[in-house]
């Protein structure tokens, strides 16, 4: 048990002082053949209840000048070495009490202070902590991504405005749920056997963008582009995903691929130019009738089919047309 601290001095200033006169007054009235600087010690004990190190010196310094002055104030008796004696162990048993209370005290006081320091610390982690997880929050609800979060036992803990709008289940309806909600059926014994992989990969890690089948409220799957982050919080593992919708992707490289097999094989000679009259591209057809490799072709003018023959104007009407 600590030294009761920070009581105000001005009343123990006044109980000490009353202590001091008491012991004075009783030490006046004995004869010196008895040990009568020694009560003083209790004086020195009062420093404990003093704010600082340095009143005890006080109460020590006070009490070794009354020590001295009772000798003097004692009616005569003892042996003299005997007198002399007792007034030095009284002294000595002054100073050493107020030595040990003092360092108790300094050490007190610097274990108040440090704990003050760390508190301080503590309380600046918290606040940037705090801060820190309200601009996290504020990211990932504002992202149109669906980014959630989910623990080592498989169940949700994080759920976007992005995941609530991309899969249709709202906070309450999906939170603490197993993630296996989103996964089709067929391929949730994949998902258990990489899901149990990235646990046990203990650091962090960030793992590239593929694409895979999930399902929503509705029941109806659909594709997403999926980047998941695992990482760790004081003993607890998590996993991040982050998942966007790429049904529209999909239709148009389902687009973009018809129509390049249009082109492909379409029987008439196809190329295609930029705004200034570049070939970039050119079926097959092209080749085959114009005899051209694609290196003699890429990058070069349209040009180079001319066979002379076709009135400027044509070519003329044709470029103003398409431009």
């Known amino acids: 048990m600590g030294f009761v601290t920070g009581k105000s001095p001005v009343p123990m200033t006044a109980a000490a002082v009353v202590v001091a006169a008491s012991i004075f007054l009783v030490d006046a009235v004995l004869p010196l053949g008895v040990a009568g600087g020694v009560p003083y010690v209790a004086l020195v004990l009062m420093g404990v209840w003093f704010p600082r190190a340095g009143h005890t010196y006080v109460l020590a310094a006070a009490g070794s000048v009354l020590t001295v002055a009772g000798y003097f104030a004692s009616p005569e008796g003892g042996t003299f070495w005997v007198v002399m004696t007792n007034r030095a162990l009284a002294l000595f048993a002054i100073w050493i009490t107020a030595f040990l209370i003092a360092s108790r005290k300094r050490f007190e006081n610097q274990l108040l202070l440090a704990r003050a320091t760390l508190e301080d610390e503590v309380a600046k982690r918290v606040d940037q902590l705090m801060a820190s997880e309200t601009r996290f929050r504020a990211v990932t609800q504002s992202a149109q991504d669906a980014i959630i979060t989910v623990d080592r036992a498989g169940r ?21 749920k197993p993630v296996t909600t989103l996964i089709p ?13 990235v646990m046990a990969g203990g650091e962090r890690r ?37 998942m966007r919708d790429i049904r529209e992707r999909r239709r148009a490289e389902a687009e973009l691929h018809k129509l390049s097999q249009t082109v492909e094989q379409n029987p008439n000679l196809i190329f295609i130019t930029d705004t200034n009259g570049v070939i970039e591209y050119a079926n097959d057809m092209f080749y085959e009738i114009t005899g051209y490799s694609p290196e003699e072709v890429i ?19 044709l470029w103003t047309t398409l431009l």
């Open 156 to 176: 949700i803990v994080q759920w976007n405005h992005g995941a609530q709008s991309l899969f249709g289940y709202d906070d309450a309806d999906i939170v603490g």
């Open 185 to 197: 059926e067929r391929y949730r014994d994949a998902h258990a056997a990489g899901f149990e992989r």
């Open 206 to 242: 960030l793992l590239a963008p593929v694409e895979v089948e999930v399902v929503g409220g509705d029941g109806v799957e659909f594709p997403v582009e999926l980047t998941i982050s695992a990482w760790n919080s004081g003993d607890q593992r998590y996993v991040s995903s982050i």
């Open 299 to 317: 990058g070069k003018n349209p040009g180079i089919i001319k066979s002379g023959r076709t009135p400027v104007s044509v070519y003329e009407s």
